[in-house]
């Protein structure tokens, strides 16, 4: 195979990678989610869904 | 600084808040943007129900926030005191607690209300009356 074609089809393929990983993370933030942060510096994610995000997430909404 | 001009420099300089309550250490509302009490009751209502349900959850919660679609919901604990604060969808998240909590700690406390104590005279007046 000429190396121009192989260059092309690894340009084409890195450039679907990195589409579909923003597609993703765009998608991701666009989650409900609450984060907590902790006194000592740590953080808790919980997406729709959980337990944690089921009990806070409707407050949040009577809010906005 | 007071409450309403440290609120005022926040939303001028965060653009993405919207209502902003801060909760005093006795647990009444010591300022707001919000006109309307009842709105400020309600916001102050929600921030403290969100951090007792997050400390159910997670014991040593120092500041939250709920994102949902419609905005974000942030509470700030200092101590004993509180700011909430509603935001735009996707805000800057670590801007919104910077903001928030410079905020917080430019809002002086209120300082405690003297104590009154009789003064002896008075006292000694008092007795030798009864």
Known sequence: MPPRKVVTGLLL??????????????????????????????MHSFGEGTVEADRLLPIAHELL | MDAAQAIADLTEISPQVRKVVVIGSDGAPAGSNLADDGAVGRLADGARR???????????????????????VFVVRDGERLIAATTTPEPTVGLVFYDLKTCLRAIEEAPPKPVRRRSPAKKNADDAAS
């Not at chain 1, 393929?13 to 740590?42: F, H, K, M, P, T």
């Open chain 1, 13 to 42: 393929a890195a450039g679907s990678l990195a589409g579909s990983v923003l597609v993703r993370r765009r998608a991701a933030r666009r989650q409900e989610r609450i984060d907590l942060y902790a006194n000592d510096g740590s």
């Open chain 2, 50 to 72: 969100l951090v007792e349900a997050a400390e159910a959850l997670r014991p040593g919660v120092a500041q939250l926030e709920a994102a949902t679609l419609a905005g974000s």
